[in-house]
């Protein structure tokens, strides 16, 4: 079992209407300028849950898809391309005076489902406006990427192998926004920006990601019968991976200043229960080896860690708890075993064994796509 937190998708974004604001000197750049804001509303109106189409409806316009989290993946991958054409083509014109007022008067707005801000809001979720239009692009692809992360969550059950291939499909998006779209919106004007919107917050999601992705390979070599020694050092990769995601976290205090508690319960929590379940594979590993005595140090040490990082979420802590009680189930076997048979001294301390990880898992590049189209705004 893996721990999940849905909490990243969770945006809203007010309306945007392109043809309202960028005057098309021709039908097609109008017709342009319409789908996008077409293809955009049925976004909004998702994610805000502010549709009133039915379910049975939604499932025919989409094709026959079933999964809700599908079918909002197919909306933004047809609103995306166009996106891209248009932020393109206004790129070459970027300077003029009249683009920069219309950007301005699109008024991008999008809320942030990370922030400590939006949850304490009695309003409804706060809203922050970047007269960018990289920011639309960014916030739209960060929806993407975790909306990958959320039906990788849901195949999980049923196909390890595509589950850890999504996780992975998101960790590469995740990298994409934090090198190459996110960083361009620091240099334009020093205005709020939801943490969603930085390249530190984009870089600890593509490693929670990753994380996830070797926790699911993990789960198909433990049905394969990978050795027990192997199985501690993947989960110990997992460690790593969301250690170098809690460093960035504390050490860029200005970008991330502002993430909401459940978040960062959700992160150390999956550390702690990999940690726990590392360990455990290290202490079999070691009764293997005829080392029972480190082998008892390496539960006992690892069961009063766990015991400290018993998340406060219900659904986590059974989890946590069914890990523990494992664990405690074999130490009292060890324990019992020492104490008839062999009698070795348990080790405490620095006197224990201390793993390296092994990561196994890399993010899958994002590539954009761009509906090639001209267009011809009258500037």
Not at 204 to 220: D, F, H
Not at 271 to 276: N, P, T, Y
Not at 326 to 346: C, G, S
Request: proline letters at 4%.
């Amino acid at each position: 079992m893996m721990l999940h937190c849905l909490l990243p998708g969770k945006l809203q974004s007010k309306k945007i209407i392109f043809e309202d604001v960028f005057s098309a000197r021709d039908s097609a750049t109008l017709e342009h300028l319409k789908e996008l804001s077409s293809r955009r509303r049925v976004i909004e109106e998702s994610i805000n849950q502010s549709s009133f189409i039915t379910e049975a409806i939604a499932r025919e316009m989409s094709g026959g898809l079933t999964s809700h989290c599908l079918r909002d993946l197919q909306k933004l991958e047809q609103y995306l391309p166009l996106l891209e054409n248009l932020i393109f083509h206004v790129d070459l014109v970027c300077s003029n005076h009249h683009v920069v007022r219309w950007i301005s008067e699109l008024k991008i707005r999008w809320s942030s489902a990370l922030s400590s801000s939006s949850f304490f809001n009695l309003r409804g979720p706060k809203f922050f406006q970047i007269d960018n239009l990289r920011y639309e692009l960014g916030m739209t692809l960060y929806l993407y990427a975790a909306l990958l992360r959320e039906r990788a969550i849901e195949i999980l059950p049923t196909d390890l192998v595509q589950s850890a291939t999504l996780f992975r499909e998101a960790a590469g998006v995740f990298q994409h926004l934090a090198n190459e779209v996110f960083p361009s919106l620091q240099s334009s004007q020093p205005v709020e920006r939801p943490p969603e919107a930085t390249p530190s917050i984009c870089t600890v999601m593509s490693l929670i990601c990753l994380a996830e992705a070797q926790a699911v390979t993990i789960r198909k070599a433990e049905e394969k019968g990978t050795t027990v020694g192997l199985l501690a050092k993947l989960h110990y990769g997992v460690i790593e991976l969301l250690g170098e995601a809690t460093a960035i976290l504390y050490s860029n205090t200005r970008e991330c200043k502002d993430i909401s508690s459940s978040f960062l319960e959700f992160i150390s929590s999956c550390k702690a229960l990999h940690e726990l379940r590392s360990l455990k594979y290290l202490a079999e590993s070691l009764k293997m080896a005829e080392q029972l005595g480190v082998a008892i140090g390496v539960l006992r040490h690892s069961l009063i860690n766990a015991k400290k990082e018993v998340p406060g979420e219900e659904s986590w802590r059974s989890i946590f708890g069914r890990e523990i009680d494992a664990a405690t189930d074999m130490l009292r076997k060890f324990e019992h075993e020492n104490e008839f048979v062999w009698h070795e001294k348990i080790p405490t301390g620095d006197e224990l064994p201390r793993l390296q990880g092994n990561k196994i898992v890399n993010a899958i590049p994002y590539n954009p796509k761009r509906w090639e189209r001209e267009l011809s705004l009258k500037l």
